[in-house]
């Protein structure tokens, strides 16, 4: 079952940390988990909650004794330097801690007094990733996106047969998987002109982004057990923001037959903190109408809570910040906005697809969601779809262009749901900046 | 560079423990590591190294102080429950290791009299990965199966543009690999046949074997740092055999445009015993030479040392048992005999292709060949090719036949090096055996 809306969305409730009811990405009906260390310290990395512009130090609320019973398998969980142990516990144990969270921060709590052992503003700490990432995997869930990139590699066969009936997805990979903020180096690969008799190897010349949303796995699932869709959202712990980098050129020219490898495998940017999906609750959305004449997804895909709730109200922006743009102190240009509502294919269904085969899924395992682009030309979540392939260069506010990124330009994603009546969440940022290529291998 | 041959590989060493002077895949020249238990016991995992029929306990040799300092760094290294910690040392360590090993096996060491201690029977252990895999690429780097396999698929593009020059990889699923031995359940999936309107899910029915060569990754690579083909060898450990079980019908559905997902990520089996690439040195053999008319390699994946010894004299063997036969008694029937010195593309190539974007290697990476298939029919690597898409199904020698794997059959790969002058080095065997699919999801 879809969590339900509970008293930790009232949007009457205030917490006594002042930044958190001030139009925060972090208000106390969010209370997202990352896993974060005080900055230019050696001490292990733990887990925290985001409030306003503090952390939350789970650990010293709970060696403050501020966690009752209730509350103890998942705050004990949280003591270690990544999210694993708390995403395995399941459901209930998530919302028992939520539900104490909110508490204890709520306007009112006697934690209050003990602010300065409590927090850790988040500016003096770094953000490592969530979680210890298993595997990686990666979808292809925007019918636009797929269309859009279909037509540019096979205006022939733009949208595959198989797209309205399989979640497409790939593998992705693992150890290149970035907290937000790290710099990211332009990769160098292979590339071959359609003209030229043969490819060379250098820096990629078009590098690009992907707004993607992603999701944590939950408690795992066993080798050769499916899960049924009716257990999906067991299983899903949050989301997040990831920001796939793909080199255009290399991409174009290796990925047949066994699709992308080198063209994404050089970084993979996450988000710092995951927004559980109990967080989410009020913006829980009918899943994508599909148009009369496409085929309904085969019964395993299919699920009534899906149907009715399977989608999440969630909308997605890309600003970029160049070089010039960051030296001028300029803020950073907006160059779209998309919502996860258009997405074909439901996180539920992704993962249910997933373990279809007996595949198991572990604890922290990340599926990201593909590129989410909308039907407007404003809603295409990557620069390869806003330039058309570089044939169609954007124009920047100060006069600069874009066909791909280039060396210096900082880029960010970001997330919010908002409905009317309840208290606007948002996802932070997901943030990186391009550093020159190295110098090559050999 | 290249490990060099040593007095370790003299031909005149005799074990004391009998078993391995007597034609096993396990001499004193070989001294493969693994990961093994007391069968039925729950103590945890240990490194192990096979002498004939016999398991080398090096926690044990290390305990009663058979390591001197030069190996100590490595003998601690086994203290963990996986390979990675012994992988990540780097060569001058396990050159270290495996002389001191030689010499504690060797007949006349004054260890023969501690037998009891040292050693565990291989049939009173039960065998675990040999590491903790946290990604696992998979390559296509046979150009005869890639030719075969493309002529089914693509009749009208067999052999894509880009083979000659990218060694094609993919991501594979690290949750899913299995120790060999474990079973293999045949996967649901979704399959569609050519005049069928719509994909139906069910139960694979064209299940397949990949007979494979795996190499675990030693010391890591840092992220954006591309690794020179004159490095490769020092990033490698050692080798493996791998069967990917591949469901030919949800591939051929599912694989446009981003390669194989679910038909391959219910199950890849890793053979035990890791060879190490020490143990290899006698047999290592120029690499393939490409036909006149084929492009060189770009310069990136060119190497003098390469060129010379970058290929492993390697036979390759697939046996198949069915259930029949195993209720007979009979022994497994041989499908096919492959040579690894066919690849189009070395392992050394394959590492440094994976890294020339900046990717990030970890210790204990497993990167996989793809299927060994040779120009014979005798020795393609997969039944996909044996039996041309099951046009030509297979006659086995109590008059079964074959297309696909079905339920009860076991599937046995087998490799082994032979050189004139030294001893044979056997790989084990890398087993599984399929079970029916589970109930659907949903």
Not at 250 to 279: M, N, R
């Amino acid at each position: 079952m879809i969590p339900a809306v509970d008293e930790t969305h009232d949007p009457a409730l205030r917490s006594w940390v002042e930044s958190a009811n001030e139009g925060s990405d972090f208000p106390i009906q969010n209370l997202p988990f990352g896993v974060f260390r005080p900055a230019d310290s050696m001490v292990a990395p733990r887990v925290g909650i985001a409030i306003g512009d503090m952390i939350l130090d789970v650990g010293a609320a709970r060696g403050a004794g501020h966690f009752t019973a209730a509350a103890g398998e998942a705050a004990k969980a949280c003591m270690a330097p990544a999210l694993n142990d708390l995403m395995a516990l399941g459901r209930s144990a998530w919302a028992a801690l939520r539900r104490q969270v909110s508490a204890i921060l709520r306007q009112g709590s006697s934690a209050a007094a003990a602010r300065q052992e409590l927090l850790v503003p988040m500016a003096d700490a770094d953000m490592m990733l969530p979680a210890r990432v298993n595997d990686y995997s990666d979808f292809y869930a925007s019918i636009h996106h797929a269309t859009n990139v279909g037509s540019m590699f096979r205006p022939d066969s733009p949208l595959l047969p198989n797209y309205k009936y399989v979640p497409i997805g790939y593998h992705g990979r693992a150890s290149s998987l970035l907290a937000s903020g790290a710099h990211v180096r332009r990769p160098n690969g292979q590339r071959k002109e359609p003209d030229a008799p043969a490819p060379v190897f250098g820096p990629s010349r078009s590098l690009d982004y992907e707004c993607e949303v992603g999701i944590f796995v939950g408690p795992g699932t066993m080798l050769g057990e499916p899960l049924p869709m009716r257990s999906a959202a067991e299983h899903l712990f949050g989301f997040c923001l990831v920001n796939d980098w793909s080199a255009r050129d290399i991409q174009s020219w290796e990925y047949q037959p066994l699709g992308p490898f080198l063209s994404k495998s050089f970084a993979t940017t996450v988000s710092p903190w995951v927004i559980t999906a109990d967080a989410l609750a009020p913006f829980r959305i009918p899943a994508f109408v599909r148009p009369v004449g496409d085929p309904s997804p085969l019964p395993y895909l299919q699920d009534d809570d899906d149907a009715s709730r399977g989608g999440v109200d969630l909308s997605l922006e890309v600003f970029l910040r160049t070089r010039s743009m960051r030296e001028r102190g300029a803020t950073p240009t907006r160059l779209s906005r998309a919502h996860f509502a258009d997405m074909y294919w439901t996180m539920a269904q992704m993962l249910v697809h997933h373990a279809s085969n007996g595949c198991n899924l572990r604890p922290g395992d990340l599926l990201a969601s593909g590129t989410v682009s909308g039907p407007e030309k404003s809603a295409r979540g990557c620069m390869l779809e806003l330039t058309w392939r570089g044939k169609e260069p954007l124009s920047l506010p100060d006069g600069e262009t874009r066909t791909f990124l280039e060396d210096g330009d900082e880029l960010i994603l970001r997330g919010e749901c908002v409905r009317s009546g309840y208290v606007r969440i948002g996802f932070g940022e997901c943030r990186g900046t391009i550093l020159p290529a190295p110098a090559g291998p050999g």
